[in-house]
T-cell receptor, first 113, second 111 residues
Framework: ETGVTQTPRHLVMGMTNKKSLKCEQH?????MYWYKQSAKKPLELMFV???????ENNSVPSRFSPECPNSSHLFLHLHTLQPEDSALYLC????????????FGNGTRLTVT | SQQGEEDPQALSIQEGENATMNCSYK?????LQWYRQNSGRGLVHLIL?????REKHSGRLRVTLDTSKKSSSLLITASRAADTASYFC???????????FGQGTRLTINP
C-alpha cells in the first residue's frame, strides 16, 4: 500500500471514447503529478499541481486534460486518443516545492485501440 | 535537458553478489533520488542524496554522488531474488519543482 490509489488499474478504450483516470492520496501532500511511462522511454512528466494550481504542463497534447479539485484528488481526462498514447500512466504525490520524495500509485495501464 | 542516463540498461547477477548501477545527469542539481519499480507497479522511493552530500547508506543500499562528474551510483550489497526490479535515478534541478527520471536499469537476481 503506497498511500496513492489509482483507478482503474487497466483501461482499454477506442480512439473516439472519453474516459478519466483517477488518483487519490491521503498522505497530506500538497503536490500531485501525472507521469507517462512508455516502453523503452524515460518517465515523462506530464502535469504538476501544487496547492491545487497547475504549475507545470510539459507540452502535453490537449487530448489529455488534467483536473485537480482538491489536494487529495487528481484526474486525467482522456478524449480522442491515439494508439501511441498507450502506456502506463502513473500518479504521484509529494510536498509542495518538490524537494521531498514522490509517492507513486501503481498506475493505470492504458491501451488505445 | 536535465534528463539523466542509467548505466547499464540491464544487469543480471547471482544472488549474494553486489549490484552497482550508475547514473549521470546534465545540469546542477538540488538533490538526486533513487527509485525501484517492480513489474506492473509504481515506483518506490529508496534514497535521497542532497547536492552537498557525497555518500549515503540505507540498509543494504549505498549511494554516492559526485557533483563534479555529475554522476551517482547505487550499490546493493548481498543481493536477493526480491531485489529483482528496475531502478531509476531522478534529479531535481536547482530551483526546479519537478523530478527528471532516467531510463532505468533492469536488475535481475538469479537464485
Amino acid at each position: 500500500e503506497t498511500g496513492v490509489t489509482q483507478t482503474p488499474r487497466h483501461l482499454v478504450m477506442g480512439m473516439t471514447n472519453k474516459k478519466s483516470l483517477k488518483c487519490e492520496q491521503h498522505l497530506g501532500h500538497n503536490a500531485m503529478y501525472w507521469y507517462k511511462q512508455s516502453a523503452k522511454k524515460p518517465l515523462e512528466l506530464m502535469f504538476v499541481y501544487s496547492l491545487e494550481e497547475r504549475v507545470e504542463n510539459n507540452s502535453v497534447p490537449s487530448r489529455f486534460s488534467p483536473e485537480c479539485p482538491n489536494s487529495s484528488h487528481l484526474f486525467l481526462h482522456l478524449h480522442t486518443l491515439q494508439p501511441e498514447d498507450s502506456a502506463l500512466y502513473l500518479c504521484a504525490s509529494g510536498g509542495a516545492g518538490g524537494v521531498s520524495p514522490l509517492h507513486f500509485g501503481n498506475g493505470t495501464r492504458l491501451t488505445v485501440t | 535537458s536535465q534528463q539523466g542516463e542509467e548505466d547499464p540498461q540491464a544487469l543480471s547477477i547471482q544472488e549474494g553478489e553486489n549490484a552497482t548501477m550508475n547514473c549521470s545527469y546534465k545540469t546542477s542539481i538540488n538533490n538526486l533520488q533513487w527509485y525501484r519499480q517492480n513489474s506492473g507497479r509504481g515506483l518506490v522511493h529508496l534514497i535521497l542524496i542532497r547536492s552537498n552530500e557525497r555518500e549515503k547508506h540505507s540498509g543494504r543500499l549505498r549511494v554516492t554522488l559526485d557533483t563534479s562528474k555529475k554522476s551517482s551510483s547505487l550499490l546493493i550489497t548481498a543481493s536477493r531474488a526480491a531485489d529483482t526490479a528496475s531502478y531509476f535515478c531522478a534529479n531535481q534541478g536547482q530551483g526546479a519543482q519537478k523530478l527528471v527520471f532516467g531510463q532505468g536499469t533492469r536488475l535481475t537476481i538469479n537464485p
